[in-house]
């Protein structure tokens, strides 16, 4: 390890002029074609890993967000039912002469739908964070020094939103830090330090590079909640963004930050130093509530990564859907 990462010299040091005053990408800009090429050579058998969890009705959801709702919003028999009504014709689909009451439809398809509504914060399930996700400083500013004050609107940051962020095509790494310390999941409150990364990355003779994408494993099945609290330490992340280049970071919990058992964090007194580090001070995006454990099983631990989100404007988070290809 080239140097101690446990001081908080992070607190005043970033990279907003590496990619210019106007970038909103952060670290992904390091995903290159010849980056994107070589991590699809890594495919040799075919085989995929779905890396999402599954969402429900119930699901288990960080405090600090809404809850997740699916309400269905229309069913056949409910349209059905609207005909002899006085609802309007724009959605009587079965009133008399209207989209399916037509002869052919009445009488021969009976053609049908469902559809829903979803409510739910953006950050539920396996989800990546938006560089504008959290905020510092008194004027409540993000990656790049942009404003909050200047530039969050009612519809969302007007900078650095889910919309911003690139498709993501690159080597990924499973650190399966529970295999390493020879447990099914980490005890709750254990906080994984820079030394637990370099020791897992030697263990599992893995080496960890410049455009990694680098998931941890806690050993947090889904949708248990076996090591609660547990998570990484800031000094486990600038070990692994700064000597070791990772430009996006996960793990399978539903925050990134580990907590003591008196709910402090790595750094005492702040309350979620590794996401202030990583998507404000380094603009590396987030991802939580990655299932591992099918990697881990198979130890595999090198792996082509993907992982899209949908372009959401002005939104702080995504759903996202990261598979692994060997």
């Not at 288990?60 to 349209?79: I, N």
């Not at 009133?95 to 009976?110: F, R, S």
């Not at 372009?311 to 598979?323: D, N």
Request: include cysteine; hydrophobic fraction near 35%; charge should be negative.
């Amino acid at each position: 390890m080239k140097k101690d990462y446990h001081d908080n010299s992070w607190l005043n040091e970033n990279v907003w002029d590496k990619y210019g005053k106007d970038d909103e990408v952060g670290a992904a800009q390091e995903i290159t074609q010849e980056s994107v090429l070589a991590a699809i050579q890594m495919i040799k058998k075919g085989k995929i890993y779905d890396l999402e969890t599954e969402r429900f009705k119930g699901m288990p959801v960080w405090a600090g967000h809404t809850g997740f709702e699916l309400v269905a919003y229309a069913s056949p028999k409910g349209r059905q039912n609207m005909k002899d009504t006085n609802i309007d014709a724009s959605v009587n689909w079965y009133k008399e002469g209207e989209w399916l009451d037509v002869p052919t439809n009445a009488k021969e398809y009976h053609m049908g739908l469902n559809t829903e509504i979803m409510i739910s914060s953006m950050h539920v399930g396996t989800h990546m964070d938006a560089l504008s996700h959290f905020t510092t400083g008194d004027d409540n500013h993000f990656y790049n020094g942009f404003s909050g004050d200047d530039y969050c609107t009612n519809f969302g940051p007007g900078r650095c939103d889910i919309a911003s962020t690139p498709p993501m095509v690159m080597r990924g790494v499973l650190l399966d830090m529970a295999g390493y310390k020879g447990v099914e999941h980490l005890p709750n409150n254990y906080i994984i330090t820079a030394e637990d990364c370099e020791g897992c990355a030697k263990w599992e003779g893995v080496e960890l590079r410049p455009g990694d994408a680098v998931m941890v494993r806690c050993a947090d099945a889904w949708p248990s909640d076996r090591c609660g609290d547990a998570g990484l330490g800031v000094s486990a992340a600038r070990y692994l963004v700064e000597e070791c280049g990772a430009i996006l970071l996960g793990d399978d919990k539903a925050c990134i930050d580990g907590f003591n058992a008196d709910g402090s964090t790595s750094v005492p007194e702040h309350p979620q130093p590794v996401h202030h580090y990583l998507l404000i001070q380094q603009g590396v995006h987030i991802l939580e509530y990655v299932q591992l454990d099918e990697l881990a099983a198979d130890k595999q631990y090198e792996f082509c990564f993907i992982c899209n989100v949908s372009k959401v404007r002005g939104a702080t988070g995504m759903f996202v859907r990261p598979i692994a290809i060997v």
